[in-house]
Each structure stands twice: as C-alpha cells, then as structure tokens.
C-alpha cells in the first residue's frame, strides 16, 4: 500500500483524539507513546545481542529504481580536513548562492557520509553491507533521496542514492521548489543546491527489535544526517538539518510504501562564507 493509499481510520482518530483530551501535558503524550513501544518487546536486552539471529528472506537492503538510467557517482579528492577544524567549522547555513554543487562534491558527500565502507559476513549473510554512519543492529533502516535544484551536470529532479551500486537513480524529473516551499515552509530549501531527504525503512529492524525500532531507526537517521553535515563542512559546502516537514506531503511527493517514513532533510548549497 503506497503512503498516497493509506489513512488513518475512525478508530485510529478516536484513540487520538482521546488521548490529547487525557493528556493534556506534552510530556505524558510522549511518556504514553514511549511506553506503547516498549510494549511486548523482551525487556532482556541480551536477547537483542543473540548471535541467533537470521534476517528474513523478506527483509531486502537494497532499494531500486530505473538501474538503466542510473548516473554513477563521480571521482573526488579525499577530504583532508582535520576532526579539530571541522568539529569547530560545523554549522548551519541558511543562504546560499546561485552556484551550482558539483558533482564530484555531491559524490564525496554521499560517499563519505553514507557510502558502504566494507562487505563481510555478518547475521545469515554471506555479503552483509557496513556502511559510514552507526546503526541499530548494523541494519541500515535509513534510505536517502535527492532533490536536485542546481548540480552540475544532473537536471532538476528526484534521484534515489544507491550505495550499493555506488550510484543516483533518477526517480522523476521536474522542478520541485515550489513543492519544496510548500511542504516545508522554509525559502532556504528551495534556494539550496539540493536538498537530501532522509526516510525511515521499519521493515529492516522490526523483525529484530519489534516496536522499539521506530525509536532506534530515528537515532540513526541521526546519525546519517550528522555524518552528511560534517562531510558538507569538509567540502566547503553549507548545510542545514530541517526537521520542521510535512511527513505526509514528501511520502506522497516520492509514492513510499507504507513501512517507509520520512523523517529529516539536508539542505546543501554554495555559499558567500
């Protein structure tokens, strides 16, 4: 079922609607739903760290698209920037330029910040991914789009980032500021070079950790979006985390499945600094 498909049904808005009524504080919303997803889950954490485990044959890692029209990632320099400078350079940039983002920069900032770094067997996988940012169980439940404004050498338009084919996949072409504005409300997403939208894959860990993984799959979309900003920083890019989204607007705008949700966006750009 596609996110453009699915609602939220009359009992579904009941429940909601009498849990704001009985709590009326924010915090006891979120204690509420913390405690929803620790429900049913084994509280013996030893159980998480079993070497028993075997991902489903249902369970895929890597998401395709159009493989004919894929766009292979371009060479870079190695980033050279030492962790003092960068930790202290890193910050949030709002303005950009009407430069265009290279292509040899884009590649570096998917490569580094969310490339696979080896292959080795792990879990019932002969060929396991590890890829440059943590995650839970090393389950890799983050996937990463691209909306194009202005890069050399791409059109405008919706790509998908396939690391394991070291790639973009077109997804459809189009200017999409407008739509930009719209689902975010912020000028600065349509006059970035790009904008890197971050979703949640919970079919990759919910066999595992159950309903906690929504809360694990958030800390590594994170962690993802943390790696992206400081390879930004290295390149001589700016970059902002947004996480003020209309969720529902992007699942829509990109046709995601249900068990698929977004959850941040990158913003990426030239700037005067």
Known sequence: ???????????????????????????DR?????????????????????????IPSSVTFEKRYTAEQEIPLSSFEPCNTSLHELMFARK????????????????????????????????NHPRFSFRTAPSAGGLQGTELYLIVNRVGGLKQGLYHFNAHRNSIEPVFEGILQGKLRKLCAQEMVAEAGAVLLLTMMMQRGIWKYLSRYYKFALVDAGCVVEN????????????????????????NLLQLERH???VLLLTVGMTDT
Not at 11 to 23: A, N, P, S
Not at 31 to 51: C, I, M, P, Q, R
């Open 1 to 27: 079922m596609l996110a453009a498909e699915k609602s939220i049904t009359r009992t579904d808005h009941e429940l909601i609607d009498q849990v704001r009524r009985t709590m009326g504080d924010p915090i």
């Open 30 to 54: 979120i204690l509420f739903v913390d405690n929803l997803l620790k429900y049913g889950a084994e509280e013996n954490f030893g159980f998480f760290l079993s070497s028993k485990w075997r």
């Open 92 to 123: 949030s940039a709002r303005e950009y330029t009407k430069d265009p983002v290279s292509m040899a920069a884009l590649s570096a900032l998917l490569t580094y910040g969310y490339g696979i770094r080896k292959i080795a067997p792990s879990y």
């Open 228 to 251: 992206l900003h400081l390879v930004a920083t290295a390149l001589g890019l700016g970059s902002c985390i947004v996480a003020a989204l209309d969720q529902d607007g992007f699942a």
């Open 260 to 262: 698929e949700i977004p």
